[in-house]
């Protein structure tokens, strides 16, 4: 009989805390574990190889986004350098630009930590300085504040230096206003930073926006949409402590769909493929796992 592990010992194995790895299993689907009698999660020897491989990964700078689908073989192979991460460009000079702004910021260096984003933004194209410096810097402190290395507020520290960076990117809202998007999370979800990049990635690509902010009830957000004759939605729908993207996203679409008027589509950002009932007005759900994943379907959407 194949031998089972508890979350406990895939945390010791490979130095990730089990939130994380919680997060992993629902956010990206890396582990799809069996459940004992007490509902308690079960892992495979497979699961076991693939969580080290990935500990390894993230730490090297390698976004658990792009990843996180890979197979055994290919993360061994990514790890001894002979396979290319083809969501990563850039990665050794994006590692040094970030190391060099968490160094600032384990001292609360905040001058110097807004000061060289603002080098960075106005140096970069914005697309290059959400995905070479943005996007890697938010993944890395978020890694290290799950280990203890950084606290929740230096992670809220820079979360504010680079809202406050993005806000300072101008881009016409330009494009075919039958592709128009309006951008959102649910109620109770405050993660507003992955909307604005959404926000931002759209308008790179031509796609003109309705930027409508974050935590609205579903009855509420209809009654936006009904008015803003929007046919897309961009819905952020990342797990927080209010917010259980598995448990409610379900139930929170279902009360979208009844008060619509107008057929609409739907993308969850940061949503893993979940089963979903057929609704009367969202005419289609898109689950977009990562802000990569997200510029690929607006290049198309343009």
Not at 127 to 148: A, N
Request: glycine share 6%; aromatic share 6%.
């Amino acid at each position: 009989m194949e031998k089972r592990f508890s979350i406990k010992v895939i945390s010791d194995s490979c130095g990730i805390k089990p939130h994380t790895l919680r997060v992993w299993e629902q956010r990206y689907g890396v582990f799809n574990p069996e459940r004992s009698e007490a509902g308690q999660r079960l892992y495979h020897e497979e699961d076991l190889k693939k969580a080290k491989l990935l500990a390894r990964l993230v730490e090297k700078g390698h976004a658990i986004s792009t990843v996180a689908s890979y197979s055994l073989d290919e993360l061994q192979q990514m790890l001894d350098g002979h396979l290319e991460d083809k969501g990563s460009e850039n990665l050794l000079l994006s590692k040094s630009r970030t190391e060099k702004l968490l160094s600032y910021l384990l001292n609360y260096q905040t001058e110097q930590v807004a000061n060289e984003l603002q080098q960075l933004r106005t140096m970069l194209g914005a697309k290059d300085f959400i995905f070479s410096i943005v996007l890697p810097t938010m993944r890395e402190i978020g890694t290290l504040t799950m280990k203890g290395k950084y606290t929740v507020t230096q992670e809220h520290i820079i979360s504010t230096i680079i809202r406050d960076q993005l806000s300072q990117l101008y881009l016409p809202n330009i494009g075919d206003r039958r592709q128009q998007v309006a951008l959102a999370t649910p109620e109770g979800n405050l993660h507003e930073l992955a909307i604005i990049i959404a926000d931002i990635l759209c308008r790179i690509n031509r796609v003109p926006t309705r930027y409508l902010g974050a935590a609205h009830p579903a009855e509420c957000l209809s009654e936006a949409l009904n008015a803003l004759g929007c046919p897309n939605l961009i819905l952020g729908v990342l797990s927080s402590d209010q917010w259980d993207y598995q448990k409610d996203i379900v139930k929170y679409l279902s009360k979208l769909d009844k008060k619509l008027t107008e057929k609409i589509s739907v993308v969850l950002g940061a949503g893993s493929p979940i089963e979903l009932p057929d609704f009367e007005n969202i005419k289609e759900v898109h689950f977009i796992e990562s802000f990569e994943n997200l510029d690929d379907y607006l290049r198309k959407l343009s």
